[in-house]
């Protein structure tokens, strides 16, 4: 005999809340062939607007509302397959970083106010953009697509305080941006794209993972530079890696890659990366070099964690020359065994008698949990307890110093500021923005 009945909550394994979640992470567009993301759904509070606010503004207001790049990403996955495939699953951090770009351009436009030197500003600005972009590979229809998505998204979130004034203004802003970006891919050289397989992978500490390539072509970057890459292990998230080694007609690099806590693609790629996976990699860009003017200026070199990679590289590149401005280079992180690349840092410095290493770690001794560790090998100067911020102002104000710097935002938002008011000139400091 069989009992008629409801389910209940409680014959469901994952319960009803859960249930309703996992149906609504999965997008349904292209099993209904919808295209329009907007349609029939009007918001119930739209972006107030005001007909005496110059119209660029007004869009501007329009980019940086909160509900922007859930609404924008839903209308680029209505527009199509090739847009699901370019933007990860979750892509409102990327279209967060769009909406300030957007915003910047537009206000910077309407700050112009007509003076061409300024606008040129923002144009150049979308033309970096643009060469950036080229590893997307994007074609006119994408720039279209992506341009009604855009006026869609903003008419959605205006509502009722949408009109023609609008609209013109965003096509002809968006029209003169995307002819720009074009222009950018157009004028890079060498491949947008290379691929890279996995040769080895080493794991020095849990968290860490060394992993060394070689790619189809050589990539000519700068040392200090840094790539963007794309990795099986995240589809479409793009991440800025720096090689540790420098360029080479081999084709071998080589990464350090810490697994950042909740981070969408280092916690993956640490955990899964393995000999024969194939990356992608794009256009070498980032600023850190070493002033080579004569007489040379000493030089200063302060890592933290991975951050050692693209400084390494630079120290590699050094070895080539007879003779080099004098580096100190502090290198820091958390505990003593996580200094995984002091081995090969020591080695570069018994044959660069113009270069000196401080270890530094916060603390004195390695948790029992992070099992058994190397030997840290012996350096000039011992190793240090403290932060990196402090260890570096404890010696001075190095204001003769080129100086540096390469680490997780956290660690450069500190060395920066500590070493301001310590007195090192703003302008001797070098690293890449996060
Ligand atoms: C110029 C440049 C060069 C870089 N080179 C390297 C490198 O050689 N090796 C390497 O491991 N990483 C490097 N990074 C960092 C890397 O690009 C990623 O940001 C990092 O791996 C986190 O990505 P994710 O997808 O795991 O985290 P996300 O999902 O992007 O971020 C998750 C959270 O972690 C924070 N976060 C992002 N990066 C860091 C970080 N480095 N430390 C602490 N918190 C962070 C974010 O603010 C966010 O809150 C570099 C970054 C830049 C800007």
Redesign the pocket.
């Known amino acids: 005999m069989t009992t008629d009945r409801t389910p209940g909550p409680a014959d469901d394994p994952f319960g009803a809340p859960d249930v309703e979640r996992l149906v609504g992470d999965i997008d349904l567009d292209p099993y209904l062939g919808r295209t329009d993301a907007h349609a029939g759904a009007a918001l119930a509070d739209p972006v107030p607007t005001d007909a005496g606010t110059p119209p660029l503004l007004t869009l501007r207001d329009l980019a940086t509302d909160p509900r922007f790049p859930e609404l924008f990403a839903r209308a680029l996955r209505a527009a199509g397959p090739d847009f699901r495939e370019l933007f990860p699953r979750d892509a409102t ?1 990327v279209l967060r970083e769009f909406s300030r770009a957007l915003a910047y351009a537009l206000e910077a436009t309407e700050q112009a106010a007509g003076d061409t030197a300024k606008v040129e500003e923002v144009v150049d600005f979308a033309r970096h953009l643009g060469a950036d972009h080229r590893k997307l590979e994007l074609t006119r229809r994408h720039h279209d697509t992506f341009g009604e998505a855009l006026v869609g998204t903003l008419r959605h979130l205006a509502g009722p305080g949408w009109d023609d004034r609008l609209e013109t203004t965003l096509r002809t802003a968006y029209a003169v941006l995307s002819a720009a970006l074009r222009e950018g891919e157009a004028a890079a050289t060498g491949p947008a794209r290379v691929g890279a397989t996995v040769v080895e992978v080493d794991r020095p500490t849990r968290d860490v993972a060394v992993v060394r390539l070689i790619t189809d072509v050589m990539i000519d970057y700068h040392p200090g530079q ?1 790539l963007s890459v794309l990795t099986p292990y995240t589809p479409a ?1 793009w ?4 090689p540790a080694v420098p360029s080479n007609p081999a084709g071998q690099i080589e ?4 697994d ?1 806590p ?6 993956p790629l640490v955990r899964s990366v393995s000999v024969g996976d194939r990356w992608v990699l794009a256009r070498p860009l ?1 600023h850190l070099d070493v002033d080579r003017t004569e007489p040379f200026r000493d030089v200063l070199m302060v890592a933290g964690g ?1 951050g050692i ?2 400084l390494r590289c630079l120290l590699v590149d050094m070895m080539r020359f007879g003779d080099n401005p004098r580096v100190h280079l502090f290198y820091g992180a958390r505990h003593p065994g996580d200094l995984y690349d002091l081995p090969t840092l020591v080695d570069l410095a018994s044959t660069a008698p113009w270069l000196t290493i401080q270890p530094v770690s916060e603390a004195d001794e390695d948790p029992w949990w992070a099992g058994a560790r190397r030997e840290l090998p012996r350096t000039l100067h011992r190793r240090q307890t403290g932060t990196l911020v402090d260890a570096v102002t404890g010696w001075g104000s190095w204001a003769d110093r080129q100086v540096l710097l390469s680490g ?3 660690m450069l938002r500190a060395t920066v500021k500590g070493m301001v008011a310590a007195g090192t000139p703003r302008e001797n400091i070098l690293y ?3």
Do not use: I, N, Q
């Open positions: 951090p840094y998230v991440r800025r890696l720096s990464f350090h890659v810490r950042v909740e981070g969408t693609l280092s916690g980032g991975t990679a693209p997780s935002p956290e890449d923005r996060p």
